[in-house]
T-cell receptor, first 114, second 115 residues
Framework: GAGVSQSPSNKVTEKGKDVELRCDPI?????LYWYRQSLGQGLEFLIY????????KSGLPSDRFSAERTGGSVSTLTIQRTQQEDSAVYLC????????????FGQGTRLTVV | AQSVSQHNHHVILSEAASLELGCNYS??????LFWYVQYPGQHLQLLLKYFSGDPLVKGIKGFEAEFIKSKFSFNLRKPSVQWSDTAEYFCAVTSMNTGFQKLVFGTGTRLLVSP
């Protein structure tokens, strides 16, 4: 596609439920980032995929968070047993040139855990 | 651990005032530096970038930033701000330490420009 597409744009879930957030990166881009944006916290790195290499998961805050990338394109971020502190905007980014870090961002998924 | 610091969390300026937003990073090796901007209701977009060469880089909308290696800084400047510059600004860094593959952001600076 022309840009990075994320779905849903908004998600309200009850505490304890699992949620899946989807990212469709720019076609042909082999790398993909997930970030979490919370008020006053800036953009918190979560995970980075680059081609067939093992993903950099160093930013995932707990084992309730996981992500996968199927077929080198679409990525899904899963949060199990959601907590209120998981409420944030989850952003996906598609690097233009993976080794330089410049990236196009999606609009994000606003997750609210009630 | 590699980190990026933006010391100004909120900045309020009048139109035509000059702007300088600070950004410092902790990594001492080779880095690539970026400023991203997020206008209200819009997605993050690249404002400018530094990879190598002239340490003074110019971006869109009259913004510029200067890389000062000795100070580990990459401050963003604009001589005369406009109301439309109201946005949140993020400094970001990749480093040789992570193969330039991990883009680390600062906490952001919210700029409000009053007309």
């Amino acid at each position: 596609g022309a840009g990075v597409s994320q779905s849903p744009s908004n998600k309200v879930t009850e505490k304890g439920k699992d949620v899946e957030l989807r990212c469709d990166p720019i076609s042909g881009h082999t790398a993909l980032y997930w970030y979490r944006q919370s008020l006053g916290q800036g953009l918190e790195f979560l995970i980075y995929f680059q081609g067939n290499s093992a993903p950099d998961k160093s930013g995932l805050p707990s084992d309730r968070f996981s992500a996968e990338r199927t077929g080198g394109s679409v990525s899904t971020l899963t949060i199990q047993r959601t907590q209120q502190e998981d409420s944030a905007v989850y952003l996906c980014a598609s690097p233009v040139r993976p080794l330089k870090g410049e990236a196009f961002f999606g609009q994000g998924t606003r997750l609210t855990v009630v | 651990a590699q980190s990026v610091s933006q010391h100004n969390h909120h900045v309020i300026l009048s139109e035509a005032a000059s702007l300088e937003l600070g950004c410092n990073y902790s990594y001492g090796g080779t880095v690539n530096l970026f400023w991203y901007v997020q206008y209200p209701g819009q997605h993050l977009q690249l404002l400018l970038k530094y990879f190598s060469g002239d340490p003074l880089v110019k971006g869109i909308k009259g913004f510029e930033a200067e890389f000062i290696k000795s100070k580990f800084s990459f401050n963003l400047r604009k001589p005369s701000v406009q109301w439309s510059d109201t946005a949140e600004y993020f400094c970001a860094v990749t480093s040789m330490n992570t193969g330039f593959q991990k883009l680390v952001f600062g906490t952001g600076t919210r700029l409000l420009v009053s007309p």
